[in-house]
């Protein structure tokens, strides 16, 4: 099956900079990559997904990227806030169209 | 329209003992998963099912298993329980297996196994 790999697991910003979380895949034949957002004690919720036929996307602060030639793909946050520290979890839907998640970054941003 | 139900939220089960979590998912979601998740571990998949059949798995021992009724609601089980169980055990919905679309999470059942 699919396996996803995140990195960094902590993450620490200043407020206002950007941070930047990776994830690789195996199965080159996923093609859903959604990325998730779990704030402390609540269920993780989608905050925005990238489907195989296009390379980047951007809602407002959040971008993700994705390269299939090389099986990875990064969320950006700009011009972070304190409401954005959360754990976040990157995901890819493999051929068997299960979703593997990767093992979570926590991002702290320092006001 | 409703979000996805897990009950209970919360279980304190001892060691050997055996226990089912439920899941109902989201008005014409037909497919449901199931994750187990631990501080350092990520979201650890178990197993989908759509239409009441188990399509995936995941690296779990045959003491997890789960089913899926007609109404899509789906239920886990957990046998001889040991301490290394202790997680919150979320389940995810999603309208079928194929739609590369958002899959909602349920709020979880936190279990405690002592």
């Known amino acids: 099956g699919e396996n996803v790999e995140q990195h960094p697991s902590t993450l620490s910003v200043q407020e206002g900079d950007s941070a930047v979380i990776k994830c690789t895949y195996s199965?080159?034949?996923?093609?859903?990559f959604p990325w998730y957002k779990q704030e402390l004690g609540k269920r993780p919720q989608l905050i925005i997904d990238?489907?195989?036929?296009?390379g980047e996307k951007k809602d407002q602060r959040i971008a993700v990227t994705l390269n299939k030639t090389a099986k990875h793909f990064s969320l950006h946050i700009t011009e972070t806030q304190p409401e954005d520290s959360a754990v976040y979890f990157c995901a890819a839907k493999g051929n068997n169209n299960d979703m593997r998640f990767g093992a979570g970054t926590r991002l702290t941003v320092k006001p | 329209k409703a979000g996805v139900t897990q009950t209970p939220r919360y279980l304190i089960k001892t060691r050997g003992q055996q226990v089912t979590l439920s899941c109902s998912p989201i008005?014409?979601?037909?497919?449901v998963s199931w994750y187990q998740q631990t501080p350092g571990q990520g979201l650890q998949f178990l197993f989908e099912?759509?239409?009441?059949?188990?399509?995936n798995k995941g690296n779990f021992p045959g003491r997890f298993s789960g089913r899926q009724f007609s109404n899509s609601r789906s239920e886990m089980n957990v046998s001889t329980l040991e301490l290394g169980d202790s997680a919150l055990y979320l389940c995810?919905?999603?309208?079928?297996?194929?739609?590369?679309?958002?899959?909602?999470f349920g709020q979880g059942t936190r279990l405690t196994v002592v």
């Open positions: 008005s014409g979601h037909r497919s």
């Open positions: 099912y759509f239409s009441e059949t188990q399509r």
């Open positions: 995810a919905s999603s309208p079928h297996p194929t739609a590369n679309t958002e899959a909602f």
């Open positions: 199965d080159s034949a996923s093609n859903y």
């Open positions: 990238i489907r195989s036929n296009v």
